[in-house]
């Protein structure tokens, strides 16, 4: 294997003139359809060292895969994950299952030489975040690199914003708030799904959204949530089974099931250059989509975000004259700004899968170089840490619990 | 002093053919400017039951409050507020002092048998508030009525979201947001004020601006905050004194003096309905003005306002068509909306005094119907133990502190 | 009359220590209102050489003026107007009727050497609009003073502007886009209103708003609006009689009365430093309460207003780096921006009726300076020109029309 | 041919299991860009009865078009474009070049039996698209279809809008307000392109952008413009040539060279069902950097959109309650959205390009079923008509001018 890896540093195989990089892709529900997109379209924009190829999507169903195959334009299906560990066709493994299977399909992965996209959050349990952070770490010794899939990183507007803090625009970071909020199960009849399931899911909007806003807030102001204070809350923990029929965990015969995960979770965080962080992620503001907001005050000025109008970053620079001042809405769509140049002209906007795109250069790139992409398996691993001092903090009374460290 | 009660039941003196209420206001900064234009516009507007009578202001300085007299359009001026607990022509006395004297002289005037309207917070700790609305709860018995100045609440935006709660529009109220970002003293260099004193002060952030969020939350969802954990923050400990050489206390000869109050508060709530709250207040937000924000997200909508757009409040029916619903923004200033109807037509904005001249006339109603205004000093004695919760959770590793019942 | 103006070439008589400005107001509808609020609030906010008195208001209906000057605080009324003019204790006449009398008035008031206060539109017809210009040039000459009420060019956002492009910072303006909509008659079944009538308005969305929004593109950019090419309509030409029963001209028998001036008005224009502009004014643009939209276009960046958020100016720098330009949201609250430092903190906000007080404020100053208020008669001639050209190339297929020139 | 078109009545050739339409694109600079994207990208989100083959792309200059074809994804490539028309595998010629080729290339296509995708504007002149609507209505009775690509209808907040109206729920328009707003020449500076050359592009702003809001303004509300008063401006009318030297026309020997086009229109229209329109187009708007905007106002509601934040459409309903009423931000992000529920959850907004991929969709399903696309050939020479009614306004002192019915 160690010869393969060698041989094949920059993860590329030959493939007539063009040096490929076949990928096989482990789950096709919604990040599955994101993910196939990222890979089709990301060579039509991007200069990229290797092209990437749609290889082999796996699931355990055969004429689901098959169909999502044919849907989504990948060459070949398989039942077994495991069957793409070792296919020489496949150099990187993209896992999208559920969060309980990231650890085994990821460590095996990285064992057998592939590099591995994995999709957030990292791991269940930090136990199993840590694992894969190790295995993550042996691995690229050999090369082979793996990345955690926050792709929100990615949206230009973001991009954007942690380039003007790691300017010092915005000097010292004195406050951040970051929210996410949807609404998809604020009606109390909205079924069971397996993300309301704590053995599946491993946790409810915490592990889910508020990973995002938890990973966004760090990335941005390029610091670290060093101690947190907590509240969870499961609003409603009962819900009708879903119309299809499908037998979850601990279903009662009333056709009703229960929700074994947080509906909503808010806390408190100290960041490690002394500001201070709210955050709060719910499934139960009616109105907000996807409202992913994140507010950075600092000793220079300000920035503001809302992925509801994602291709905007408002920007406040407290050196002008107050006369002028005010918080500039920055239409991120120049070419100067974090991928936009491959893109349209100026003022015509991007949609949410792009971030999958740059996710898909950003990693290729990285492969193609032999440098660790970002946000590294560590990273995963990190913000795993803060949920879980979220959730000792909320089983303590919110007492002030400080993140582990590696 | 009781017979003079009963003869002027409502707190009004006959002066010829209209029946008068002659005011007594203590202090003359900017909320005694506030306060003024709200007794001189306030029966220009409204019908009112009584006339508020601008009879006499007070302040310490015998040249400073004369001119302030003359600018404010006070019949006269004294030099001690004690001297207006014994005029016949002040039934009311406004107080506009800072925090530390609130107490005294609310408690001195209550007992001379005037009404009191006095500025928030109500006092510098718990103790003197308990004690005012002990001797609020006593004059009342006696017909002498007592109201705390949350002015916010009368904002029309506000006091409509109110509405729309009471309706039952939102349902069950799961998520309160409720911010009050500032940013004068964002910048390092800015002066002390004592504002910045915690001894004249009482508290920084979370007393001043953190007390107005806490009572708008608890005001518009009809529910008290039960809990909270805490942390407040002082980012700039030591700052350049004034530029009029105001000698603070414990200043230093260097020409620096210390900022002994918070600049910032951050804190999660649980609200006695079962929903969860996070609040912040902070005056280093730069590009943030005044930006009173509260958002609501019940079971059936949602609710948000800023006060930097105050004429609007953004309202979601969770009940429409999910294909037409979305925020709507309600311009506050329809003939139906509370208080608007008289003032101008519809589009015709309100500004930021328009809440004083609003209190002024509900005060004057409840006077003169015998009714206990709101928010009364038991409103404001329980907003003040919100914060020493807060305090003291923020002062024990942000373990969660249950507030203080009556 | 010679020998009184230049006794008082200020306006002012003394009154005790402090020299005064007796105002006498005619008419007592929404604009009385808001006058009479502008009158006894702005020497209470801003330094005033003289202190205005709100001496005497007249109205036609004994009863009716009587409880306006109580519920306005005018120490008199009038129902003849005429009274105003030789009385000594009134040196400013402030015409607040319809237009069909503003001529009269005003004229015979310069006449008799009082300043003039008119609400616009100056007059109803271009032909009288001459003769007010013509009367206050000569009263001019005389010290006696002229001012028309475009009172939104008193807003703070809209003065900014003004100043921003004095100075020279949005360049050569290229394009104008002027909207004043509204929807206060977009209900087929709305009532008539003397508004509605042409006798009494001259003009309807044109005359009414229309000129409100020419007057601030030509404000703002400091240039003329020298051809147009219009298109008027009447969208519903018959409607109820008011509940009042108010006997209206014309009025049919079956309860319903036609509609005889325009309900909407757009045209183009061309300013007189050759940039383009479009204008629209209409009664009939559902949710759009009292839109007052501007947006200057230059070569060096851009401007935009909307009244629906009155304390905001949007601007955009085109010298920028276009990695961090964008349009800038200022919060037109400073202590440094025109009319603020008068009112409150930053981040306070100021409402409708503000503007008549900045509108009193600078009248004031003017007269007791003797120097021309803006904007003057010859200002409101001009703007009626543009009205009329507008009306006159509505009535011939649209074709380009000439402002005529004085 | 007649018999290959009836063999093939679905534009589909046999390809295994599944039909396809093979696709033939000529031109491959922006909108060949975009078009690409919509055919790679619509058959993996949309079921269709035919399936895309991106067979081959034509261009003039052989190393161009071929690294196009690598970089697009097209199977191969031609230098010359009519070799597409006697190709088997290419059922659908998609015209991406500049507007005097359009007429040639399409015409020739139709006659030899293939479907038509057309850029807009359909020609350079009213004559052109006469030939090319004719050619299109013979083409049409032998089952072979022509579209024009006013892809802006396929954003879904403008679909949406569409449907509204359809629905009645803004009731009779009253008002349409369209403006296209780009700053991408308003730097004087800004080099010559062949947009500014009238040979090749046949109209400036007008025509390339403002045929955008016209057709949007016509489609969303199912009127017609009837008749236009119009105002052309040229304000830069010499710039400097392009750094790559491209020999321009008519270029001086100085380095610069004539702007022969108009850099901004401005007019008014009056829609077939009565009510009032204005428009502007124009690429001098500074910080405006694709702001396409339509507001229509009607007797029960109005809607509002502006492309800068392209997944909300604003939609005031005036039979609600005006205590609630309020222009909604709808979010189109709903599965029951237009389109929307072929992509992703609620909230997770679309980008510039989707409106390809849905045109894609659209014209495919059309050509499948038999039935006429739209917006026809016919469409586009409606708008084509509307545009010279402007200039032909324009030239004559702006005069009322009757758009040409066919």
Redesign the interface.
Known sequence: MTGMVEQESTGAAEDGARATLGVGMVGHA?MGQ?H??AW??AP?FFDLPVEPRMAVVAGRRAAAVEEAAR???WAESETDWRKLLVRDDVQLVDVCTPGDTHAEIAIAALEHGKHVLCEKPLANSVEEAEQMAAAAADAAERGVMAMVGFTYRRVPAIA?ARE?VAEGR?GTV??V?A?Y????I???DAPLSWRLDKQKAGSGALGDIGAHVVDLAQHVTGERVTGV???L?T?VDERPLPADGGALRGTASSGRGPVTVDD?A???G?LSG?G???F?A?R????????IRL?V??????LAFD?????VL?????TED??????????V??P??PYVGA????????????GFVHQAVDLVRAIAAGTQPEPSFADGLQVQRVLAAVERSAAD????TTVEES
Chains 1, 2, 3, 4 share one sequence.
């Open positions: 919604f994101a196939s997109q089709r379209v039509r849907r989504w334009g954007l003007l915005i004195r406050h708030r929210q909020l949807q609404d998809w604020a009606d109390e204070a907590g509240l809350e609003f909503a808010v806390f408190l100290r002394g201070l962080a709210t709060e719910t139960f503001a009616w109105g907000r989509k996807n409202a507010e005050n600092g000793s220079r000025g300000s992925f509801e109008d994602m291709n408002h920007y406040y620079d407290a107050p006369r002028l001042a005010g918080f500039r809405r920055v239409l769509t120049e100067d700004h893109w349209w002209p100026a003022g015509h906007g991007l949609g949410y899968e792009h009374r919110s007492t002030w």
